[in-house]
């Protein structure tokens, strides 16, 4: 396909729980994001990716997020000892210039929605 | 801080013109207004992004004030399809897009 892919589309997970959330940004984007979404919020930046390197992860919510993009195109977003406060849905978003989407558009994919019980 | 502020909810009727009004008083000359939307289940869609100048694209025109501390989203004939949150936000260089609240446009059939 030609948009921003990501898997699972649904995740429920027991409290306690590692779980991974993947990305397959669009073929040849530089910038990789992260968001939480929390239900009735706006989307909350995670972290950015230009290429393989992580720019900005000053979004994460803790050290159980760990967020990696090893070869500079699929990324995955770990949460380790998952909480019932990280039930969110959670969206990935790529972009084709390297920066943040400044002067082009971002395209989201259609989310992970995480439920912990 | 999302740093724009937006009414939280709006309606109008199929096949009217939609105004989205967005304050951004405290904008710097080298931000950008970016908009986009969220229909419900799906990721956030890109609609229009400018500068200074007013922008037309295929789905909706984006009205920039003189002093820049607002805009206006237009949507020319809304449909059904339209209704989504419709988030305004304003990026600054090197920033990632925050999203605030937005708002929920309802369009009535």
């Known amino acids: 396909g030609a948009g921003v892919s990501q898997s699972p589309r649904y995740k429920v997970a027991k409290r306690g729980q590692d779980v991974a959330l993947r990305c397959d940004p669009i073929s040849g984007h530089v910038s990789l994001f992260w968001y939480q979404q929390a239900l009735g919020q706006g989307p909350e930046f995670l972290t950015y990716?230009?290429?393989?390197?992580?720019?900005?992860k000053s979004g994460l919510p803790s050290d159980r997020f760990f967020a990696e993009r090893p070869e500079g195109s699929v990324s995955t977003l770990k949460i380790q000892r998952t909480q019932q406060e990280d039930s969110a849905v959670y969206l990935c978003?790529?972009?084709?210039?390297?920066?943040?989407?400044?002067?082009?558009?971002?395209?989201f994919g259609q989310g992970t929605r995480l439920t912990v019980v | 801080d999302a740093k724009t502020t937006q009414p939280n909810s709006m309606e109008s009727n199929e096949e009217e013109p939609v105004h989205l009004p967005c304050n951004h008083s405290?904008?710097?000359?080298?931000?950008?207004i970016h908009w986009y939307r969220q229909l419900p289940s799906q990721g956030p869609e890109y609609v229009i992004h400018?500068?200074?100048s007013n922008v037309n694209n295929r789905m909706a025109s984006l009205a920039i004030a003189e002093d820049r501390k607002s805009s206006t989203l237009i949507l020319h004939r809304a449909t059904l399809r339209d209704a989504a949150v419709y988030y305004c936000i304003r990026a600054s260089q090197n920033e990632k897009l925050t999203f605030g609240t937005g708002t929920r446009l309802t369009i009535i059939p």
């Open positions: 990716f230009q290429n393989e390197a992580q720019l900005d």
């Open positions: 978003a790529s972009s084709l210039i390297s920066g943040t989407a400044l002067i082009t558009e971002a395209f």
């Open positions: 405290t904008i710097s000359g080298t931000d950008y």
């Open positions: 400018g500068l200074t």
